[in-house]
């Protein structure tokens, strides 16, 4: 049977029906009801009342819900039927019912960890990278989850974006000729009605430097039945577009979520997943390794593996780095390559994603690199004496660069020469009197190592300035 590799015969799913079971207070909903997003919507579970009917609420998440500055609790009844009404350690459950925990501040927290209103040139519209942007369409999500990145701005159904600032956004993107993919974010862009949606899209595709769109989205997890045939023929006119799912544990793969993936895919949108790794929820190696497995069954290619962000409400959540290394060990080499994520810290104060990985280079010489597998077994790699790096020629496409942002790459082409925090020139500058007798005040060390015989810097564009024009010796063009 397809399902049973997520399952265990403990759990309470008729699986072979092809469907998750419903708790008691469900049970005699008509199946059109239930199958019908809006219903699904609009009988959205939040309070201790409502939750009361189908789980037994420990003391910690009656306080949860019970806060009044909590973040906005609404959960579908299908969502809500995948929790184990007994144990408050189910991985679904933590996902979505708040704990008074939550509540609690921690001493790295942020308001904004990812910077985004630093890279905000209009409302909702962030624009962090070079080539692309995220554009937050509305604040509204299917259901939401205790550790939400954006809960600063997400779920208040009186603050969303509206179509002027839409059309903002839209602007910004028409003029703003190195942006190539445009990825729609909020909340959660599948909960905008479909005229909304489709409206936007049709504004983005019609923008010619707009090469690929993308929508990030939780509701094939949360609300499946809102993937159907006549939303996913809108979306198919707007190719190439890309869908990225937010999945978290295997338990949250059902037979209603694998159909919106067939979907989907059948429609010839090529899906994504992006976990967050969550204490206590996700955290282990192979339960990730299980996720991804599933994932791949339904055509989802892993793609994130999110380090928690430090934001309100996720301090309890947030694991070590120690642990995500760990799990990334346990997956490289031990499955598929297309089943591995990549692991990244989305950097404090909006660096942008980092990735990070268990390292499997050991050393190199000028001949062998020597490089370690997944089994600890080692290798060298004999390196080719003639390699020479590739010269431009009609054939090399012509990069797209935005000032500042070449970063170590640019190290490696011999653009620059340094990439300095702010204040370091002034913070090592040396009065003369400090140079020991005999020695330039524009030499150390480092600088010596990457002159050439002729005692000129090897890099293009580098010049030596005349003596006593210190610090600004280095002239990059
Ligand atoms: S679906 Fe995404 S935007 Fe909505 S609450 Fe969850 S993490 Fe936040």
Known sequence: MMWGYLMTSAQPYRLAQGCTSRPAIWADVPDEQWDDWRWQLSHRVSTVEELRQFLHLTPDEVAGLQAHAKFRVDITPYFAALIDPDDPTCPVRQQVVPRARELEGFDAMMRDSLGEEQHSPVPGLVHRYPDRVLMLVTTQCASYCRYCTRSRIVGDPGATFSRRQHDAQIDYIARTPQVRDVLLSGGDPLTLPARVLEDLLRRLRAIEHVEVIRIGSRVPVFLPQRITAELVAMLRQFHPLWLNLHVNHPKEVTPELARACARLADGGIPLGNQSVLLAGVNDHPDTIKALCHALVKMRVRPYYLYQC???????????????????????????????VPTYVVDAPGGGGKIPVMPNYLISMSQDHVVLR??????????????????????????PAHEAGQRGVAGLLRGERLTIKP???????????????????????????????????YPLPGVQVAPPGDTPAWVRVH
């Open 309 to 339: 962000d430090l934001v309100a409400g996720s301090g309890h959540f947030r694991t070590s780095l120690a642990a995500g290394l760990e799990i990334m060990e346990a997956l490289r080499g031990h499955t598929s390559g297309y089943a």
């Open 422 to 456: 702010d204040g370091w020139d002034e913070s090592h500058e040396r009065k003369p009197s400090a140079v020991p007798a005999g020695q330039s005040s524009v030499d150390t060390p480092a600088e010596d190592a990457i002159r050439n015989d002729n005692g000129q």
């Open 373 to 398: 597998n997944f089994e600890g077994y080692i290798t060298s790699y004999a390196q080719p004496a003639d390699y020479q790096r590739p010269k431009r020629t009609r054939w090399v496409p012509e």
